[in-house]
Nanobody
Framework: QVQLVESGGTSVQAGGSLRLSCTVS????????MGWFRQAPGKEREGVAA????????FYANSVKGRFTISLDKAKNTMSLEMNNLKPEDTGTYYC????????????????WGQGTQVTVSS
């Protein structure tokens, strides 16, 4: 049974940095995608970044390119999201997800989800 557990969310001031972690268990890495999504109150869930579990290719939303870095350490069963130069618009609940073979931003295609971790960026 696949389990994804996020951690690292907290409150931070604009311009600060955070590192989110997703502890992965029961997962078979292969040709699918794992990713990070976020959802702010009253807004749609949006893709932040994704990584292919086979080749390691990475994908980013335009809004976070150059500021966020996604990584996957298969030996440690941990997916991370390094977030720098945080902005108030980065506020939201961040979810890690896995098991997609579709376009990385298609959140409905991900089979597995964590419970979410809250990130709040104040100006």
């Amino acid at each position: 049974q696949v389990q994804l557990v996020e951690s690292g969310g907290t409150s931070v001031q604009a311009g600060g940095s955070l590192r989110l972690s997703c502890t992965v268990s029961g997962y078979t890495y292969g040709r699918d995608l794992m990713g990070w999504f976020r959802q702010a109150p009253g807004k749609e869930r949006e893709g932040v970044a994704a990584i292919s579990t086979g080749a390691g290719s990475t994908f980013y939303a335009n809004s976070v390119k150059g500021r966020f870095t996604i990584s996957l350490d298969k030996a440690k069963n941990t997916m991370s999201l390094e977030m720098n130069n945080l902005k108030p618009e980065d506020t939201g609940t961040y979810y890690c997800a896995g098991g997609s073979n579709d376009i990385w931003t298609t959140w409905g295609a991900y089979k597995y989800w964590g419970q979410g971790t809250q990130v709040t960026v104040s100006s």
